[in-house]
């Protein structure tokens, strides 16, 4: 089992940034990848972008493609997520995932195993 735990929400204006963390603890030793995932006000979960544990083969969504990033520091553990040019659309709740199977180049939310309590990120126009 692997605990996963977010920081770095907050509120910003139209075009700002924000920079979230996640740090995982627990049987790490099983993950193969991780991603974030993001849930909107009445809308299912969507993933928003994911990675092979050690920073390969990175994938993102259409939507945030081009202003978001995603990094892994495996000495601490930590999966952070870059947002810049944020827009009110990005408004959600942000959760941090990680898988133990097959998962690469995925954005599905079943093929992840763990998930963090999530962080919220609102941005106003």
């Known amino acids: 089992l692997v605990q996963l735990l977010e920081s770095g929400g907050g509120s910003v204006q139209t075009g700002g940034s924000l920079s979230l963390s996640c740090v995982a603890s627990g049987d790490t030793a099983s993950t193969t990848c991780m991603a974030w995932f993001r849930q909107r006000g009445g809308q299912e979960r969507e993933g928003v972008g994911s990675?092979?544990?050690?920073?390969?083969?990175?994938i993102y969504h259409a939507s945030v493609k081009g202003r978001f990033s995603i990094s892994h520091d495996a000495g601490k553990n930590t999966l952070y997520l870059q947002m810049n040019s944020l827009k009110p659309e990005d408004t959600a709740m942000y959760y941090c995932a990680a898988a133990n199977g097959r998962c690469l180049e995925s954005i599905r939310s079943y093929d992840f195993d763990n998930w963090g309590q999530g962080t919220q990120v609102t941005i106003s126009s």
């Open positions: 990675m092979l544990i050690g920073g390969l083969y990175p």
